[in-house]
């Protein structure tokens, strides 16, 4: 091989960060920015939406309204939460997630109302208990026996347990026939605006894309393995410096399994991305 021939693995150029990375220290360590920016992003989404609780009442009228109709409540925080995560794509899978629980629990409280139109009361037969407390049973156990997210199951059944006390409730007014009305529109309400809010949080002021984190896995894989093919040929060819070359290969080798098992997920949460944005 000639002296002055290129070498066959170089140093990647260096990469170039906007002031929105420097902000969360994203120049000194990948990691401590990407958990920083979602920390921070949800921290401030979460104040926003939790500000109409800790003001009097009376600052905001239009959501005050909101949260006398059962569309906006503390409980919309909470779905919030549960939400959001730290890529788009994940974020939107969430919001899926939590819009399909709030429709099948929607439908499934819909369902006892057409069964007893005016609802539980005093009077209420034993049988009625009885095939109502059954179908309730059924559909929690479908719920967890189908195939769905995580997501979904938590939403549709903490959401359908509220309708159902308030279905069982004597003292409840209930929603004759089965309308969107109470608990059932306010669940699909809150739903709704904590769906977008997480949606909002992950888009704004940046898009947090899981195909920025793939990328960034993606290079920090191919450095990994043009040092561990220099130190292996160093290891088995040099003459001078075996046992560190030695150990720094088993090092790069466990920092290469560790970042291929964790590409795996921002390249599936990407899909959910490129579908929405392309």
Known sequence: ???????????????????????????????????????????????????PFVLPVGTFQTVDGYIAR?????????????????????????????????????GSAHVLYLMVPEGISSDTGWFTHLGVSSYSIVFAWLILWLNFGMNTRIFCLMTYAYHFM??????????????????????????????????????????????????????????????????????YCGAHGVELRQDRLVADLKKLQLALEALDAPLLNSYYELGWLR
């Open 1 to 51: 091989m000639r002296q002055d021939a290129p070498p066959l693995v170089t140093d990647p150029p260096p990469r170039k960060y906007g002031c929105w990375q420097r902000l969360f220290l994203r120049h000194h360590s990948e990691r401590f920015a990407e958990y920083a920016e979602f920390t921070f992003r949800t921290a401030i989404c979460a104040g926003i939406l939790a500000t």
């Open 70 to 106: 059962g569309y906006f409540s503390r409980r919309t925080v909470l779905m919030f939460l549960l939400t959001a995560d730290m890529t788009a794509g994940q974020t939107l899978l969430n919001a899926g997630g939590c819009v399909l629980g709030s429709l099948l629990s929607f």
């Open 166 to 235: 308030d279905f069982m409730n004597p003292n409840s007014d209930g929603c004759d026939q089965g309308q969107l009305c109470g608990p059932t529109a306010g669940e699909l309400m809150q739903a709704a605006i904590a769906c977008l809010a997480a949606v909002a949080c992950n888009f704004l002021p940046t898009p947090n894309l899981a195909v920025r984190r793939a990328r960034s896995l993606s290079r920090d894989i191919a450095a990994g393995v043009g040092r561990a093919w220099l130190d292996l040929a160093t290891l």
